[in-house]
């Protein structure tokens, strides 16, 4: 093997035109060599025949000889370099020649017939010799060991279809006598087949789903604007919820205000009346006391000794004025503010509830690929929403809003004839009657009645109670200091104000009406009372119409003079404005299938 300080340069077998190996040599007169399609494309390009290397000029362009020395030298020179690179040492992830006896080089071929790997040198024979060029070479494999049946120490040259192996002929003719078993070359094939086919699909699966995840991709994309959008559209519609909200706030601060105004400027006219009054009275009493005219006085002391000078001057002169505050604002603005309010903040509650829960439900994928779907959704609860805040339709919506209280049976009240349900909420006849010393006064003695638990001496208040269910009952309310013996109904001019039906003929038991005879039979029966105003009215709640109204109620009592003298001295305060109690009654001939039942107020929309 020759020495690499043997070879020559390898730069000195280059052309220096093309700066490769040099392609059948030719030299100039001149002793330089070049490619012979080099020099000839050179001279061809170029006016002037001359050397590129020395710019020697030539008068003709010479006859050139292929330099058979000097090519034979050339393919000398590559076979020793080709040589001298197969004769490398073997490096440890690289299968070694097994010939070799000192220093292992690298393998070039592996013979499945010999069962050896063999390096460049060692592999000379089998290139030479006619025998052996028939051996199988392969590229080098390790572990040869493993392409052996270890039982037989042959080569696998088959596979078994049954058993999923490789075997050899031996194995044939006993553990695979009956199998079914083709040439190695012939399963690689197809099983290579079978990998080619696998390889194809799963480029189809990953183009697919590339595709799929494109698509992922921008449909989250899109559904992350189009979220982004409606969370803006989303606090629009809260923000002008908000500015609504402080626009009616602002509108009803107004309202009180220039009703607070007007009442101040009702009061100080009322002042400056009195005042007016008080002067002009004082005036005439020093002017009598001044006169010396005899006459002149015993002619005005008739009219200073009327009713109209003896008692309060100012009490007769002008017209009674009274004015409360607390009564105005408190229970009558502040309380409906708060009923609305609260009956607005429940509303709302609940629908964002169910929208929280709707939106936690959806199918975010389903809402993505049926957009019209979801902006329907949104329209319609848009709609609903402002259903919700719309302003009432009828009067008895805005009482329902505004004026609704809860009301409870006292069962400590209720005739001993009638049993109260535990929720205080239903109204029937007990089977059999109770007996109480007399000392129990809070009972009606005679008449069927109940009271309310709770009382109220201000506002207005209204509940509902569904009548269906009673042949005969009555509805009102009625003054704390009603008399329990009494074997009539209520009196509005001293006990009560109430209204009442039996059967199909429905009237109001005030002295001064006839009875009234309805179209339709009132399912449910809504009670308002107007404290301030003296008004105690029924409504047709299925119907919304309005049944009777008692007017000119007279709920705060005049206290007797010589009553207010002795709680005066007494050091009690004496309150004018009683409590009014809600009342009810049931009556007629099946008194067992008799029931009243005080029902929520619902909120008509």
């Given at each position: 093997?020759a020495?690499?300080?043997s070879l020559?340069?390898?730069?000195q ?7 490769e190996?040099f392609s059948?040599?030719?030299s100039?007169?001149c002793g330089?060599?070049y490619?012979?399609t080099?020099i000839t494309?050179y001279?061809?390009?170029?006016d002037?025949t001359q ?8 008068r003709?362009?010479?006859q050139?000889?292929v330099n058979?020395?000097f ?7 590559n076979n020793?370099r ?7 040492r ?6 070694p020649?097994d010939?070799c006896l ?5 393998a070039?071929k ?5 069962l050896?790997s063999f390096?460049?040198?060692?592999l000379?024979p089998h290139q030479?010799?006619s ?15 493993d392409r052996v049946?270890?039982k037989?120490?042959?080569?696998f ?8 192996m490789c075997?050899?002929?031996m ?6 006598a009956?199998?079914e078993a083709?040439?190695?070359?012939h ?8 990998l080619?086919?696998?390889t194809?699909?799963i480029?189809?699966?990953?183009n ?7 698509e992922?991709k ?5 559904s992350k604007?189009a979220?982004?959008?409606?969370i803006?559209?989303?606090a629009?519609v809260?923000t002008?919820?908000v500015?609504?909200?402080q626009?009616?706030?602002a509108?009803?601060?107004?309202l009180?205000q220039?009703?607070q105004k007007a009442a101040l400027?009702?009061a100080?006219d009322?002042v400056?009346?009195?005042e ?5 009275r004082r005036s005439?009493?020093e002017?009598l006391?001044q ?5 002149r006085?015993l002619l ?9 000078h ?8 002008t017209p009674?004025?009274?004015l ?7 229970q009558?603005?502040v309380?409906?503010?708060k009923?609305a309010?609260?009956?607005m903040?429940?509303t709302l ?9 709707e939106?936690r439900?959806?199918d975010?994928?389903e ?13 319609d609860?848009l709609i609903e929403?402002q259903e919700v805040w719309?302003l ?10 505004c004026d609704a209280?809860?009301?409870t049976?006292?069962a400590?009240t209720a005739n001993s004839r009638l049993?109260?349900s535990e929720?205080g909420?239903q109204?029937r006849f007990?089977?059999?009657?109770l007996?109480?010393p007399?000392?129990f006064r809070?009972?009606f003695?005679n008449?069927?009645?109940?009271l309310g ?5 201000s506002g ?5 109670v569904?009548v ?7 509805l009102?309310v009625?003054k704390?200091?009603i ?5 009539f109904?209520p009196?509005?001019e001293?006990e009560?104000?109430?209204f009442s039906?039996i059967?199909d003929?429905?009237?109001s038991n005030t ?6 005879y ?6 449910t029966?809504?009670v308002?009372?107007d404290?301030e ?6 409504y047709?709640v299925?119907?919304r119409?309005?049944i009777?109204?008692h007017t ?15 709680y ?8 004018s404005?009683?409590?009014l109690?809600p009342i009810f009654g049931?009556y ?9 039942v005080i ?7």
């Amino acid at each position: 093997m020759a020495s690499a300080s043997s070879l020559p340069c390898e730069e000195q077998l280059l052309c220096s035109i093309c700066l490769e190996a040099f392609s059948e040599p030719v030299s100039t007169p001149c002793g330089h060599n070049y490619c012979k399609t080099c020099i000839t494309g050179y001279w061809a390009s170029s006016d002037l025949t001359q050397c590129p290397l020395c710019n020697k000029r030539f008068r003709k362009r010479p006859q050139l000889q292929v330099n058979t020395g000097f090519r034979d030298m050339i393919e000398h020179f590559n076979n020793m370099r080709v040589r001298g690179e197969d004769d490398i040492r073997a490096k440890p992830e690289e299968v070694p020649c097994d010939i070799c006896l000192g220093p292992k080089l690298k393998a070039q071929k592996t013979c499945l017939v010999c069962l050896a790997s063999f390096c460049q040198p060692h592999l000379e024979p089998h290139q030479r010799v006619s025998t052996l060029k028939k051996h199988q070479l392969i590229d080098p494999v390790p572990n040869l060991e493993d392409r052996v049946c270890k039982k037989h120490d042959k080569m696998f040259e088959l596979f078994c279809r049954v058993d999923q192996m490789c075997v050899c002929f031996m194995c044939l003719q006993d553990d695979h006598a009956t199998h079914e078993a083709v040439p190695l070359e012939h399963a690689f094939r197809e099983r290579k087949a079978w990998l080619d086919n696998m390889t194809s699909e799963i480029k189809m699966m990953e183009n697919t789903k590339s595709r799929i995840v494109k698509e992922i991709k921008y449909s989250i994309e899109q559904s992350k604007k189009a979220s982004e959008t409606e969370i803006a559209e989303i606090a629009e519609v809260f923000t002008a919820l908000v500015v609504s909200l402080q626009k009616s706030q602002a509108e009803l601060i107004e309202l009180i205000q220039e009703k607070q105004k007007a009442a101040l400027k009702q009061a100080e006219d009322h002042v400056t009346q009195l005042e007016q009054e008080l002067r002009r009275r004082r005036s005439e009493m020093e002017q009598l006391l001044q006169t010396e005219d005899h006459l002149r006085l015993l002619l005005s002391w008739p009219s200073l000794c009327s009713p109209a000078h003896t008692e309060d001057p100012l009490s007769h002169s002008t017209p009674p004025f009274t004015l409360d505050p607390s009564d105005v604002s408190q229970q009558r603005y502040v309380g409906m503010v708060k009923k609305a309010v609260a009956q607005m903040e429940k509303t709302l509650s609940k629908e964002m509830e169910m929208l929280i829960h709707e939106v936690r439900l959806s199918d975010d994928c389903e809402a993505a690929q049926q957009p019209d779907a979801a902006e329907n959704l949104m329209t319609d609860e848009l709609i609903e929403i402002q259903e919700v805040w719309s302003l009432p339709q009828d009067k008895l919506m805005m009482i329902q809003q505004c004026d609704a209280v809860d009301v409870t049976l006292d069962a400590d009240t209720a005739n001993s004839r009638l049993t109260v349900s535990e929720d205080g909420k239903q109204l029937r006849f007990r089977e059999g009657r109770l007996f109480f010393p007399d000392f129990f006064r809070r009972r009606f003695v005679n008449q069927p009645f109940v009271l309310g638990k709770d009382g109220f001496s201000s506002g207005r208040f209204y509940y509902e109670v569904r009548v269906s269910g009673s042949e005969g009952w009555l509805l009102g309310v009625a003054k704390e200091s009603i008399d329990k013996e009494t074997l009539f109904f209520p009196t509005h001019e001293e006990e009560g104000w109430t209204f009442s039906g039996i059967h199909d003929t429905y009237f109001s038991n005030t002295s001064n009406c006839a009875p009234l005879y309805l179209r339709q039979r009132p399912q449910t029966v809504g009670v308002l009372v107007d404290y301030e105003k003296g008004e105690v009215s029924f409504y047709d709640v299925d119907a919304r119409t309005l049944i009777y109204s008692h007017t000119g109620c007279t709920f705060i009592e005049t206290t007797p003079a010589l009553k207010a003298f002795f709680y005066s001295v007494a050091g009690t305060s004496l309150s004018s404005r009683p409590k009014l109690y809600p009342i009810f009654g049931i009556y007629g001939d099946d008194l067992s299938n008799n029931i009243l039942v005080i029902t929520p107020v619902a909120h008509a929309t």
